[in-house]
T-cell receptor
Framework: AQSVSQHNHHVILSEAASLELGCNYS??????LFWYVQYPGQHLQLLLK??????LVKGIKGFEAEFIKSKFSFNLRKPSVQWSDTAEYFC????????????FGGGTRLMVKP | DAGVTQSPTHLIKTRGQQVTLRCSPI?????VSWYQQVLGQGPQFIFQ???????GRGNFPDRFSARQFPNYSSELNVNALLLGDSALYLC????????????FGSGTRLTVV
């Protein structure tokens, strides 16, 4: 069974700092990869997704993620965070043998100080 | 507005009781999936239904069951509630497979006392 690890549980940054959140998965086959964000009191929203092609994926709100197959990683980045990026971020994997099932990481809680 | 509607938003139940949670997917979406999100953890897959048939089941006991109706709405039932069932229950809809990406509802917060 596949698993997803997000090594940073809590991250605190000042506004304008750069962000990189790590995500590693364990599955040797073809995967679809996702990053979701959950703002305080709101539902999970899709930030970006990777299915195939260019391993550098751009999403909403200036976020991007890079798929590195050799490292089983899909790290999320943003060059300059804003206070409004304060939220919890979840990496998720859909493996080719898992139908429609998403396996989520444990999440990273990001706090951006104004 | 998420587009995926879940009811109720909050629920308090006593151990041993049964609960039914409801989900209406985005219009045109034929797949509904249920996830359990325990506080401080990522969502865990419970069920997926597509075209009214169960297409996937996560590692949850038989106390958990679900169904999908002809209008593609869905119900999640949990019997013999335990304290550990306290969680946010999320419904996600998609047109078909995960390739399209899910849209999540705001969830039902279940508290078992």
């Amino acid at each position: 069974a596949q698993s997803v690890s997000q090594h940073n549980h809590h991250v605190i940054l000042s506004e304008a700092a750069s962000l990189e959140l790590g995500c590693n998965y364990s599955y040797g086959g073809t995967v679809n990869l996702f990053w979701y964000v959950q703002y305080p009191g709101q539902h999970l929203q899709l930030l970006l997704k990777y299915f195939s092609g260019d391993p550098l994926v751009k999403g909403i709100k200036g976020f991007e993620a890079e798929f590195i197959k050799s490292k089983f990683s899909f790290n999320l980045r943003k060059p300059s965070v804003q206070w409004s990026d304060t939220a919890e971020y979840f990496c998720a994997v859909n493996a080719e043998n898992a139908g429609n099932m998403l396996t989520f990481g444990g999440g990273t809680r990001l706090m951006v100080k104004p | 507005d998420a587009g995926v509607t879940q009811s109720p938003t909050h629920l308090i139940k006593t151990r041993g009781q049964q609960v039914t949670l409801r989900c209406s997917p985005i219009s045109g979406h034929k797949s509904v999936s249920w996830y359990q999100q325990v506080l401080g953890q990522g969502p865990q897959f419970i069920f997926q239904y597509y075209e009214k048939e169960e297409r996937g089941r996560g590692n949850f006991p038989d106390r958990f069951s679900a169904r999908q109706f002809p209008n593609y709405s869905s119900e999640l039932n949990v019997n013999a509630l335990l304290l550990g069932d306290s969680a946010l229950y999320l419904c996600a809809s998609s047109f078909g497979t995960a390739n399209y990406g899910y849209t999540f509802g705001s969830g039902t917060r279940l508290t078992v006392v």
